[in-house]
């Protein structure tokens, strides 16, 4: 027996990966020793391929079986299965998972970020709060840094004293040119997910636009949160009566003339679903960060009278309000959980200034990440990590090497924070939604992924017996989203066991 087969079609033919040639010459080894030991590699050889039950429900998705890599294995204990483990594979999101990993495991759970303000060593306020010379401000590539952070650290500089600022110096020299345009990967230039990285990134570097129901005259009012000057919001959001459906039917172009950013809306709301709101890029991280400072710094009574711009900070300069970021086992749960791209890369690129590669650079921060895991006998033969996120096309891996990772992972110091900051199944994350049946929800711990052409998902499921298994299984394929079924059928498998 070299693979599972099956009537339905897909699997009719052999499954030709390295455990089933492991296992053909284990069946020729026995046949010279005799049949009980022929008996013994048969029984190995029936792990190669995929069991019958998730062999139709691979069938019932009609994608070839070139396209799936896939492989289960109990921790610390047998591989039960594997389809093509060793072909590098494009994970999408699931890249995540490597970029996580290196960073708890290099810089530990309790790392966090400061962001700092700074004044020269011989500037001071005036009793009318001028101050007389620049503020600084350190960026240390917090990639949660949110708007209330801003707040409280600008706030604690008007406790001081201060309410006239002549120029704002922002010093991002921790990283290099790491700048993106967002529009690059697929042409989205207006979508959060294509965020470039940054330094100094506030709320992800995104405006939110609020849209807040008016039952007395069944309409929508709107706003711009953090407000600019120059920034409004167009168009008309329909009043529909009935019940809440679900997430409104909301589109946005984006006009942007002279420094002038109108957001044109139009689509559906239905009134009983209340206040809801969507987020757009519309600036590049620079200028964003700028028009956050005076805005919020305005809302505070204070005033800047020069420009701000991106510096260095001289030596000498005192700290006046620092703020400090979640720690690091906080910011990979929501990285892992939510998928946050720019978060990803931001993280991939502290890993990199931590290991002294400054300024970081998304090469030098890849290399970095590669070493860390060499060194815990991780070779990740053939994947190419890219950007860290996943949002790529070049970036693969294998469904070994990640196996590998993970069950690595499970027997590190790090192991609760991590496995932590994966979707729990059927309960948050990218996983809520799925396999909710009591017999399945809360029993598995996984990442997901999924591109145009991508689907994929791993991590770690708790079957009935109490065994636990790592899972990866990754389609590469033009009709990929059919693969879902599948993935589900897998998962629910693992936790009967």
């Known amino acids: 027996m070299i693979g599972w087969q099956t009537k339905t079609g897909s699997l009719l033919t052999p499954i030709w990966t390295r455990a089933t040639t492991l296992c053909l010459k284990q069946m020729l080894f026995g046949v010279a020793l ?37 492989l289960v294995q109990e921790i610390g204990g047998p591989q039960l299965f594997a389809v093509s483990p060793e072909v590098p594979r494009n994970p999408a999101s699931v890249m995540k998972l490597v970029t996580t990993y ?64 002549p120029e704002i110096v922002i010093d991002r020299s921790i990283f290099g040119e790491v700048t993106i345009d967002p529009s690059t990967f697929d042409g989205s230039a207006y ?22 129901p008016d039952p007395g005259t069944r309409s929508w009012k709107s706003f711009v949160d953090p407000p600019m000057a120059g920034v409004q919001i167009d168009g008309n959001v329909q009043w529909v009566d009935g019940v809440c459906p679900g997430s409104p039917n909301i589109s946005t172009d984006i006009a942007m003339t002279e420094g002038t950013v109108k957001f044109r809306v139009t689509g559906k709301a239905v009134g009983s679903c209340g206040e809801f ?56 749960r929501l ?22 590669r400054r300024p970081a650079t998304v090469a030098g921060s890849v290399q970095v990440a590669q070493e860390v895991l060499a060194r815990q006998g991780l070779p990740m033969k053939g994947m190419v990590l890219d950007n860290g996120s996943g949002l790529s096309r070049n970036g693969v891996v294998s469904a070994e090497s990640l196996a590998q990772m993970l069950q690595k992972a499970w027997a590190s110091p790090v192991m609760p924070e991590y496995v932590a900051s994966l979707s729990i199944l059927g309960s948050d994350g990218t996983t809520r939604n799925r396999l909710r049946d ?35 299984s990754m389609v590469n394929h033009e009709r990929a989203h059919e693969a879902r079924s599948f993935e589900n059928t897998l998962i629910a498998w693992l936790t009967a066991r």
């Not at 495991?105 to 966090?112: C, I, K, N």
């Open 102 to 165: 290196a960073a708890v495991s290099r810089l530990g759970p309790a790392y966090t970020w400061s962001t700092d303000l700074l004044i020269g060593a011989d500037a001071k306020a005036s009793e009318q709060g001028v101050l007389n010379g620049p503020l600084y401000l350190r960026a240390g590539g917090d990639p949660i840094f949110l708007l209330q952070d801003l707040w409280r650290l600008l706030r604690d500089l008007r406790l001081r004293g201060v309410r006239e600022i």
């Open 277 to 332: 709101d969507i987020f757009r890029l519309a600036f590049s991280q620079q200028e964003f960060g700028a028009r956050v400072l005076r805005s919020l710094w305005q809302e505070l009574g204070g005033v800047i009278t020069g420009s701000i711009r991106s510096g260095t900070i001289p030596a000498g300069a005192i700290i006046v309000a620092s703020h400090q970021s979640p720690p690091l086992s906080e910011v990979i």
């Open 438 to 472: 009591p017999s399945t929800k809360s029993m598995a711990h996984l990442k997901t992924g999924g591109l145009r052409d991508v689907r994929s998902v791993a991590g770690y499921v708790w079957g009935a017996s109490g065994k636990r298994y790592v899972v990866i």
């Open 335 to 356: 990285i892992n959980k939510r998928s946050n791209n720019v978060m990803t890369r931001v993280l991939l690129l502290t890993l990199g200034a931590e290991a002294g």
């Open 34 to 70: 005799g049949l009980s030991v022929m008996f013994g590699s048969t029984s190995a050889c029936a792990q190669a391929g995929l069991p019958p039950e998730l062999a139709r429900a691979w069938a019932q998705t009609k994608l070839p079986e070139s396209s799936l890599s896939v």
């Open 191 to 212: 979508s959060p997910y294509n965020a470039s990285p940054d330094a100094f990134m506030v709320g992800f570097g995104a405006l939110r636009l609020v849209f807040s």
